[in-house]
């Protein structure tokens, strides 16, 4: 219910800057202001994420994941929301719809996980709802291994409670602020 109540709120206090973002994406490249995806939820349950779109139409296809703050699919407008992370901001109707929480392992893409799929103890990244922020977003982001991701996630499951949702939360934001670590180049 919190996270529900936070997203509403959020979505309330972020529509404008949230339609201000939509031109700007619409007038700096052709396609759709939102970009789709099916990503891993609970149970390994697949689910539509929703965020503001910050490469080419079909970048994914074309080159798969950018990990590179130089990839050519990235649009201008996209460069400054992925820094920010404020493509995420959509993901608040993920929250709403109850496909997300605003703390837990981050969703990924079911090609992602078939590496894992055997591994017991990864699998436990499924047992809850998957959020906007994870432990991984703290300190190391996108320049963590899966690996590392995983393991913390692990972690994170095993010790979850309000508190340390909490706790996280204010050092996430700590963490977007700064800018630091949004692409794997950028490990420190």
Do not use: W
């Not at 609970?42 to 490469?55: A, G, L, P, S, W």
């Not at 699998?123 to 899966?146: E, K, M, N, W």
């Amino acid at each position: 219910m919190i996270d529900c109540f936070l997203s509403v709120t959020g979505l309330i206090v972020c529509a404008i800057p949230m339609l201000i973002i939509a031109l700007a994406i619409k007038i700096d490249s052709k396609g759709p202001v939102l970009f789709k995806q099916k990503r891993l939820a609970k149970n390994e349950q697949v689910f539509t994420i929703y965020k503001f779109r910050t490469m080419c139409v079909n970048a994914y296809e074309i080159g798969g994941i950018a990990n590179s703050s130089n990839d050519s699919r990235i649009t201008r407008v996209g460069a400054v929301l992925r820094r920010t992370s404020l493509d995420e901001l959509p993901q608040m109707i993920n929250i709403i719809k109850g496909d997300m929480a605003i703390i837990g392992p981050r969703p990924i893409l079911p090609v992602e996980f078939k590496k894992y799929k055997n591994n017991k103890k990864y699998r436990h990244r499924h047992d809850v709802i998957p959020g906007l922020f994870c432990t991984v977003d703290i300190d190391l982001r996108a320049s963590a291994t899966r690996e590392q991701q995983f393991d913390m996630d692990i972690d994170y499951i095993r010790n979850i409670s309000f508190h340390s949702d909490l706790k996280y939360f204010c050092q996430i934001i700590k963490t977007v602020v700064s800018g630091k670590n949004v692409y794997r180049e950028e490990e420190k």
